[in-house]
């Protein structure tokens, strides 16, 4: 099984709401990300979580804050955004070092279209 | 230095076809290069890879060609059917220290149609 679920599927909100994306994977993976992806353009990377620990923030405003509660479950928590960070926003996870090149790679799920108005 | 270079950007092929999508990188470090299929709507997913000590790997109708001298990579997808047409990433990852998640580094796309 390589499903990486991710809900809910369409979030519409205003720039003053708060929401939550959640991701989960139980393919036994502790590497998971988040990622933006704009239309037309490849995913560009958000955060990285290895063994639920934040290891990368790509510079990411303060008004995305990831949450890693266990190490199935990945939370992106939403405040006071811009119509620009309307977009699909894709989980992944990954094995780490799993001791063979091509055993790190990363599957995502099928993202969450945000529309920010 | 961490750039992947994607051509072409779209690409019309007629049914039955050959499609072929090229990638270029600079940093020798990479050492797995991963491509990705996106159709609309949906997240990417993975296609086929290769490690830069094989020179070609072969899955079904996809194939990846590895030139490690040039630091290109390509793909090849014979017989093309109209439900290919899809969004294509090549990538290209690198092994970090022990204990570290790989990134990714993802070409800028390639939009392939198929025409029936």
């Known amino acids: 099984d390589t499903e990486v679920t991710q809900t809910p599927k369409h979030l519409v909100m205003g720039m003053t709401n708060k929401k939550s994306l959640k991701c989960e994977q139980h393919?036994?993976?502790?590497?998971m990300y988040w990622y933006k992806q704009k239309a037309k353009k490849p995913p560009e990377l958000m955060f990285v979580y290895s063994y639920e620990k934040l290891s990368i923030n790509e510079s990411v405003p303060s008004r995305f804050s990831p949450e890693c509660p266990n190490s199935s479950l990945l939370n992106l928590h939403l405040h006071a955004l811009q119509p620009e960070d309307s977009a699909l926003y894709l989980c992944a996870s990954s094995q780490i070092m799993s001791g063979r090149v091509d055993g790190d790679t990363q599957y995502f799920g099928p993202g969450t279209r945000l529309t920010v108005l | 230095q961490q750039q992947v270079k994607q051509s072409p950007q779209s690409l019309i092929v007629q049914k039955g076809g050959i499609s072929i999508i090229n990638c270029a990188y600079e940093?020798?470090?990479?050492?797995?290069f991963p491509w990705y299929q996106q159709f609309p709507g949906k997240g990417p997913a993975l296609l086929i890879a290769i490690r830069p000590d094989v020179s070609e790997k072969k899955e079904g109708r996809f194939t990846i060609s590895f030139n490690k001298s040039a630091k290109q990579f390509s793909l090849h997808i014979m017989d093309s059917q109209p439900g290919d047409s899809a969004t294509y990433f090549c990538?290209?990852?690198?092994?970090?220290?022990?204990?570290?998640?790989?990134?990714?580094?993802f070409g800028s796309g390639t939009q392939l149609t198929v025409l029936p």
């Open positions: 990538a290209a990852s690198v092994t970090r220290s022990s204990g570290s998640a790989r990134q990714l580094t």
């Open positions: 940093n020798t470090a990479f050492d797995y």
């Open positions: 393919m036994g993976h502790r590497a």
